[in-house]
């Protein structure tokens, strides 16, 4: 059991705050944190095997179809440093709750859709809601669990749940779309947020940094408005192109006003962003591996669901339960790399991992239109699967050790929004690629089956380079010290 200090963090004072309070158990603000941030990273891909049940039952239009799932991306990836800040300043339990709250009456809300309009605000509030919840489940792990190999232990478990939630959306949305409807991949968010929220309410107790002091509101205005910008200029490359209008206004308008939100830091006197921070070794170079490979990994899924789905023709539930090896392998890679970095360099573990990866991902790159689960589903994903798990932990617990207790949140924040603009970017380059290719095979003659299988193999072809990228720049990953293994 952790001692009542470590899980307790930084208590404000307040004449309430007088009565001493028993130390929940290690394993409840454990189990609390983590089932936070699974509903946070399973709502990223729960959807995607839904869309077509949704589109017949709403009559969502393709563009429609495509921002249910970009306006979570959206406001997910625009607002995670407001969360990780707001997290630091005001209370960690208390912006835990908030953005939970939030998240659950969004699910209620996109569950319950009678229309396209009122679906995708739902899921953009979805977003805003895990945008202030996942900053919070990593910086009270780091504040509750002194470093070390018992935060090691802690943080790899957090991992293996997020990357449990990733693998398990295609699952879960496949299964609950079968048996009973699309309106459960959100509504099942709602019993399990209120019961993570009693469980909150419970088993974490306030902390936050020593000095309390003033939110940076036009820094959280712009860097939300540049990111969301980048990001919705991204999303529209993959239907007009690079050099339209379209895309090229908001691209341009959101490096511009990022930069000015540089400038804005730079002058601040409490800014949102310390812009020192970036010049913490472990800090930079973890959100820039995490960056190369969010690039990679999140378009695996979406591919090999179409892939499942188009081509081999895989019901829903069919193709939610192949996944499941992919589920299992990355968490075992989670789960192993915390007893790899007691004995290895955590760089080497974080490069082998990337490489491992990448293999696999090169294996996956021979999908044909004949092709079946052992041949060509089963063996690639264990092994791009385990690889990405075990990288995961030792970037965090990096990034993690070299800042101080009071910044944990906002790198928290940094991290998940690199991972988050990653794979947004990583995603629009590939479902670009892709479609270049199948537009070419179908011109050439080729069948649609061998034209969708042509496509998504270049895809995983090139997220294989992604994670060659993220493997030789783990080296650039501070050297472990003693205590932090």
């Known amino acids: 059991m952790v001692p009542m200090s470590e899980i307790l963090g930084q208590r404000t004072t307040s004449t309430s705050d007088c009565k001493p309070r028993r130390a929940a158990p290690a394993w409840a603000v454990l189990l609390a944190v983590c089932a936070g941030q699974f509903l946070?990273?399973?709502?990223?891909?729960?959807?995607?095997?839904?869309?077509?049940?949704?589109?017949?039952?709403?009559?969502?239009?393709?563009?429609?179809?495509?921002?249910?799932?970009?306006?979570?991306?959206?406001?997910?990836?625009?607002f995670l440093l407001l969360g990780g800040r707001a997290a630091d300043l005001f209370g960690r339990k208390r912006i835990f709750v908030a953005?939970?709250?939030?998240?659950?009456?969004?699910?209620?809300?996109?569950?319950?859709?009678?229309?396209?309009?009122?679906?995708?605000?739902?899921?953009?509030?979805?977003?805003?809601?895990?945008?202030?919840l996942a900053p919070t489940t990593l910086s009270i792990l780091t504040t509750s669990f002194p470093e070390g190999p018992e935060r090691t232990r802690a943080i790899a478990t957090w991992s293996a749940v997020g990357a449990g939630g990733g693998a398990a959306g295609s699952l879960v949305g496949g299964t609950l779309t079968d048996l009973l409807s699309w309106r459960w991949v959100l509504l099942v968010n709602v019993p399990v947020g209120a019961v993570v929220l009693v469980a909150a309410a419970l088993f974490l107790t306030e902390g936050r940094g020593t000095t309390v002091r003033?939110?940076?509101?036009?820094?959280?205005?712009?860097?939300?408005?540049?990111?969301?910008?980048?990001?919705?200029?991204?999303?529209?490359?993959?239907?007009?192109?690079?050099?339209?209008?379209?895309?090229?206004?908001?691209?341009?308008?959101?490096?511009?006003?990022?930069?000015?939100?540089?400038?804005?830091?730079?002058?601040?006197?409490?800014?949102?962003?310390?812009?020192?921070?970036?010049?913490?070794?472990?800090?930079?170079?973890?959100?820039?591996?995490?960056?190369?490979?969010?690039?990679?990994?999140?378009?695996?899924?979406?591919?090999?669901s179409l892939y499942m789905q188009q081509v081999l023709h895989y019901s829903p539930i069919k193709?939610?339960?192949?996944?499941?090896?992919?589920?299992?392998?990355?968490?075992?890679?989670?789960?192993?790399?915390?007893?790899?970095?007691?004995?290895?360099?955590?760089?080497?573990?974080?490069?082998?991992?990337?490489?491992?990866?990448?293999?696999?991902?090169?294996?996956?790159?021979?999908?044909s239109a004949d092709g079946t689960f052992l041949g060509i589903i089963l063996g690639p994903g264990i092994l791009a699967m385990f690889g990405a798990g075990l990288m995961m932990t030792p970037v965090a617990a990096a990034a993690m050790s070299g800042v101080g207790r009071a910044e944990q949140g906002l790198v928290s924040g940094?991290?998940?929004?690199?991972?988050?603009?990653?794979?947004?970017?990583?995603?629009?380059?590939?479902?670009?690629?892709?479609?270049?290719?199948?537009?070419?095979?179908?011109?050439?003659?080729?069948?649609?089956?061998?034209a969708l299988s042509s496509g998504y193999g270049l895809a995983f072809l090139v997220s294989a380079a992604f994670l060659a990228a993220a493997a030789c720049l783990a080296m650039l990953l501070p050297k472990p010290q003693p205590h932090e293994v």
């Open 99 to 132: 953005g939970l709250g939030l998240f659950t009456a969004a699910s209620l809300a996109g569950g319950l859709a009678q229309n396209p309009t009122m679906l995708i605000t739902a899921r953009a509030v979805q977003g805003l809601g895990s945008a202030i």
């Open 319 to 367: 193709a939610g339960l192949s996944f499941l090896p992919h589920t299992i392998a990355i968490v075992a890679g989670s789960k192993l790399a915390p007893r790899l970095m007691s004995r290895l360099d955590s760089r080497l573990i974080v490069a082998c991992g990337g490489a491992i990866s990448a293999v696999g991902l090169v294996w996956q790159s021979r999908v």
């Open 214 to 304: 003033r939110l940076d509101i036009p820094g959280a205005i712009l860097v939300t408005g540049g990111v969301a910008a980048l990001a919705y200029g991204i999303a529209e490359t993959e239907t007009h192109g690079w050099s339209s209008p379209h895309s090229l206004v908001p691209l341009v308008g959101g490096v511009l006003i990022l930069a000015l939100f540089t400038a804005v830091e730079a002058r601040a006197a409490q800014p949102l962003v310390p812009l020192r921070l970036f010049t913490v070794r472990s800090v930079a170079s973890a959100n820039t591996v995490l960056f190369a490979s969010g690039a990679a990994t999140f378009a695996v899924w979406y591919f090999l």
């Open 414 to 450: 940094l991290l998940n929004t690199s991972r988050q603009l990653g794979g947004a970017l990583g995603l629009t380059i590939l479902a670009t690629t892709a479609a270049s290719r199948i537009t070419a095979r179908t011109q050439a003659g080729a069948s649609t089956a061998s």
């Open 40 to 78: 946070v990273v399973l709502d990223v891909s729960v959807v995607n095997v839904a869309l077509p049940s949704m589109r017949s039952a709403l009559g969502l239009g393709e563009s429609a179809q495509q921002w249910v799932v970009n306006g979570y991306a959206l406001t997910f990836a625009g």
